[in-house]
């Protein structure tokens, strides 16, 4: 029977936050961890603070959901809308708005349906951005010198690689060790893309001419992690060519698209990689065989070209037939052209001697006798006008020679009076920073050795203790190693006291020569310097 109003009068009263509170309480004793089952809702991705809000709903019911940040970043399933899920977290409450909500922990698709529609919404995103583009796929190297390897070392996978590669054409291998399933695993994979991308050309580790990202067979949440988007776009972006080996011949991934070239099995992988030593040599051997045969056909056809083209050419005779009848013209002729040809210089002699008589040479004579006098006072004269420019030269570069000596010894006086000043100043600081340096190591040297007074067991000595020592000088910590009659050394804080050990007691020997030195403090043995 329910209760009246008046019956409720005397019931403690809660304020909304009480109550509140008590509710969640309540809410997260009953429903501390909870795994729930339904379809992403309202999912519009990370919030600008990087938390994830959204709602999980079924034909009958919704409930609110949260995801912090942190546990966001870590996810390696990621929140979709219209994802079915099955979401790991704890129920609790929302007193600002007075509604419940999941926080969630953990999130997996639910089941291979959910997988496959996740795959199948990825591959059309990431192949609307063009990542599957066949024009963005290179073409593989023929023979490539080192081929890298990204794949787990402890699998099959890579021993299987490199058989193959052993028995085609052995190449260098580089192997970046990675997982292929698990947490990480795909942050591992697309590491290992970019750092071989990474490294330099000419570099202490050589840079790979081809990469394979290989894995075993498995089920489609084993190769989940080729699926993910990081290792995806890791693959496209890879400036190196990359062959996909993930699974067997049925298994497809999401990186089979991305890479320049998909392979059905890590085997075919390696078989595409190089090509097969042997029938490389057998090609060589045939192709040297044809170039032999071409070589000698075209050896054999220039010699009967040869053979044609000296047979088409004139005898020797022909060719200098004329060339022997011209000659044979002008050796007819030479006689009479020499004859005619010193006629003609004979008469131009008897022209020009001719005109050598005396009266010709004497007025020659005296024209040249009358240029050389004129040219002697044109000389003369030039040279008196010349001394005398030279003269007023020199006289005006004495006195700029002068005037610029006064000014340089000024100058060099200026100069070595601002030095000497500069050089006082700088004795001065000098001297400063001696007496501060002085200073500063006075005062070191003062606390370094309160330093070695306080750790020197002289100190120990001083406050009544003894230091027993064998008759090696070495320190002895404990009775046990004494023996009877054994000769023993006693440091005080004032001097050394050698004993005799026993049984029951200690026998004071008369004291060493050394000892009886009054106040003299010993040298502490292994007692090294703090400088």
Request: glycine share 8%; charged share 25%; hydrophobic share 45%.
């Amino acid at each position: 029977m329910p209760k009246t109003p008046a019956a409720l009068t005397n019931s403690s009263e809660l304020t909304v936050t009480e109550l509140s509170s008590a509710l969640k309480r309540t809410v997260e004793d009953a429903y501390g961890h909870v795994r729930v089952r339904g379809e992403i809702s309202g999912f519009r991705g990370p919030h600008s603070s990087g938390h994830c809000y959204f709602a999980l709903k079924d034909e009958g019911a919704k409930i609110e959901a949260v995801i912090w940040k942190g546990v966001h970043g870590k996810m390696r399933f990621k929140p979709q809308e219209g994802l079915e899920v099955i979401a790991t977290g704890k129920l609790t409450t929302y007193p600002g708005s007075s509604k419940y909500q999941i926080v969630i922990e953990a999130i997996e698709p639910a089941g291979v349906g959910a997988l496959m529609a996740l795959m199948e919404e990825r591959k059309r995103k990431l192949g609307a951005e063009g990542l599957f583009d066949e024009s963005r796929k290179q073409l593989l190297p023929w023979l490539p010198e080192v081929i890298g390897v990204v794949t787990s070392p402890t699998g099959a996978v890579i021993r299987d690689i490199l058989h193959r590669l052993a028995d085609r054409f052995p190449r260098r291998v580089l192997v970046w060790s990675v997982k292929v399933q698990g947490e990480g695993s795909a942050e591992q994979i697309a590491a290992a893309i970019h750092g071989f991308n990474a490294l330099p050309e000419g570099g202490r580790i050589p840079r790979p001419d081809l990469l394979i990202v290989a894995r075993g067979g498995g089920s489609l949440e084993d190769l989940w992690s080729f699926n993910e988007e990081i290792v995806v776009r890791a693959a496209a972006e890879s400036m190196i060519p990359l062959i996909s080996a993930v699974g067997h011949e049925t298994d497809i991934t999401l990186i089979d698209f991305a890479s320049d070239k998909r392979a059905p099995t890590p085997t075919a992988a390696a078989e595409m990689a190089v090509p097969v030593r042997a029938e490389l040599f057998v090609e060589i051997s045939g192709y040297e065989r044809r170039m032999m045969l071409c070589w000698q056909r075209g050896q054999e056809s220039r010699r009967n070209e040869l053979r044609a083209a000296t047979r088409a050419l004139p005898g020797l005779s022909e060719l200098l037939a004329i060339p022997r009848q011209r000659l044979d013209g002008a050796g007819a002729a030479l006689p009479r052209a020499l004859k005619a040809n010193t006629h003609a210089h004979h008469r131009r002699f008897a022209q020009a001697s001719a005109g050598l008589t005396l009266r010709v040479l004497r007025a020659q004579i005296s024209q040249a006798t009358h240029r050389f006098t004129v040219s002697g006072e044109r000389l003369t004269l030039s040279s008196r006008a010349l001394l005398r420019q030279r003269r007023d030269r020199f006289a005006g570069l004495e006195v700029r020679l002068k005037a610029s000596k006064s000014a340089n010894a000024q100058a060099q006086r200026n100069a070595i009076a601002r030095d000497s000043e500069r050089a006082l100043r700088l004795a001065e600081r000098a001297h400063r920073a001696l007496a501060t340096i002085v200073l500063r190591q006075q005062a070191r040297v003062l606390a370094s050795g309160q330093l070695l007074a306080a750790l020197s067991y002289r100190s120990v000595l001083a406050r009544g203790f003894a230091l027993v020592r064998d008759v090696d000088g070495a320190a002895l910590h404990a009775a046990t190693n004494i023996g009877p009659g054994a000769r023993l050394s006693l440091e005080f804080a004032d001097g050394r006291v050698g004993v005799t050990a026993d049984m029951d007691r200690a026998t004071v020997a008369p004291r060493e020569a050394k000892a009886a030195a009054p106040k003299r403090v010993a040298k502490p043995v292994d007692q090294g310097t703090l400088f």
